[in-house]
Each structure stands twice: as C-alpha cells, then as structure tokens.
C-alpha cells in the first residue's frame, strides 16, 4: 500500500527551480534512500514532504489524503516527522527535555505510555540514557544525532524523514545509527532516507531514486541500483 505519492512536483526557490517534475511513490512498511550529489534536490524534496516548502505544481497524498495545503504542524500530527540535516536539537535543553519537545503533538504526555516511548528511545541509544539530564548543546555530533532521532519518534511517526543521519560522524556512530534506523523500520515505522553515504543507503533501501539536479533520473529496488555499474562510477566510488 502506497503510504506517500508524489506526482509532477515542481518547486521552486524564486526563480531558481530546485524540483523538476518529481515523481515518486513510498509504500508503507518499506525504507525508501534518495540519492544524488549535492544540489540535486534531495533536501528540498525532503522539506517538502514535510511542509516547510510549497509546491508550484504537481500533487502530494498521505495516505490517501491531500497534503498540499495542509500546515507543517498538522503533517506532524498526521504522521510525518523529520529529523533535519544538522540534527537541529534545542542545545539549551536537557536530553530528556529535547525528548519531551518532541512528542508536543501527544495528548498523552503526562502518561505511562509518553515515558514508555521516553525509554526505548534510551533502549535504541543507551548513550543517551547515561546524560539524559545533560544540555543537548554539549553533546558530540554522534549523540546529538541520536537525540534528533529518538525525539522525531516520541511523536510516533508513520513516515520518518531522515536528512543525512551520518553527515559528520565518526564511523562507530554511523553503524549504530544505521542498525537503529533497521531496526524503527522492522517495528513498523516507514523511512525514508536522504544519505550521502550511497553504499549504506542502498544497501537499506527497498526501494530507492536517484536525483540529478532536480529530477528523478533513476529507480528501483536498493539492491538493483547497488549492483548497477553506473551508479557504482557515479556514486559509491567504484569504477
């Protein structure tokens, strides 16, 4: 079941025109990788799905539902949660407050189940946990990246947006970080993942598309475009 479509989506930031005609579709339960180099429009798909960009043209559904005119708060409470590329935690919060801001749309948050949802945030990241009364600001890129991450799920997404969850991380973050976003999509939760790093994010994928200054150029299953000669020279450094 298609969870997400987009159709012939254009925008545009004044009169530089970022989005060309996307077309793309997220089926539910699936991980769903966008690739492509910098400037191919991956962010701004990405913060439009979200909200924080309009369309020029095209068409958008959540479930069946018309997002177009629908305001980036009430896309949170329908399901969609992004986490940012550079992570954007309060940095004068404490974990658990971060924790907290995140399930803002939650009727629930004085309940059983809020601070159930806060502890398996700990349960995915248990270096969270050991500072969940440390200042978000102090943590290392790798923990703050995790904060984003178990915030985004206290509001019990559906469609979890990640922007390039490994910008900048050491390489034992990065695996973690991967194994977790695994393991969010085998509970249920439907991802889709903007990475620089192509090899992980194909290696995820189900489903994934290549972007190309604004346009889909390739699609298929993560495991097709890995094993494709072209996108190896193009994107994963094999030639």
């Known amino acids: 079941m298609s969870l997400l479509e987009l159709a012939d989506v ?13 077309t ?46 629908v305001r980036a708060d009430l896309r ?39 601070t159930e949802d806060q502890e398996r945030a700990f349960t995915y990241f248990p270096r969270l946990a050991e500072r969940r009364n440390q200042v978000g600001g102090t943590l290392s890129g790798g923990e703050q990246q995790m904060l984003a991450i178990g915030r985004a799920l206290m509001a ?29 999509n085998k509970e249920g939760v439907t991802v889709l993942l903007v990475e620089q790093n192509a090899t992980q994010a194909l290696g995820l994928a189900h489903q994934a598309y290549v972007l190309e200054t604004g346009e889909v150029t390739r699609s298929g299953p993560g495991s097709e475009l890995l094993a494709d000669p072209t996108i190896q020279d193009a994107y994963l450094g094999v030639s």
């Open 10 to 22: 254009n925008v545009a930031y004044g009169r530089i025109q970022a989005l060309r005609g996307i």
């Open 24 to 69: 793309l579709s997220v089926q539910e339960g699936q991980i769903v990788s966008l690739i492509g180099a910098n400037g191919a429009g991956k962010t701004t798909t990405m913060k439009t799905i979200s909200g924080l960009l309009g369309l020029q043209s095209g068409s958008m559904t959540f479930d069946g539902e018309d997002l177009t005119k």
């Open 76 to 114: 949170v409470r329908k399901g969609i949660c992004q986490v940012p590329e550079g992570r954007g935690i309060f940095p004068g919060m404490t974990v658990l407050e971060n924790l907290d801001m995140g399930g803002f749309v939650r009727s629930d948050r004085r309940s059983k189940e809020f």
């Open 156 to 184: 019990r997404p559906r469609l979890l947006l990640l922007d390039e969850p490994s910008m900048g991380l050491a390489p034992q973050f990065i695996q973690q970080i991967f194994r977790v976003i695994e393991d969010i």
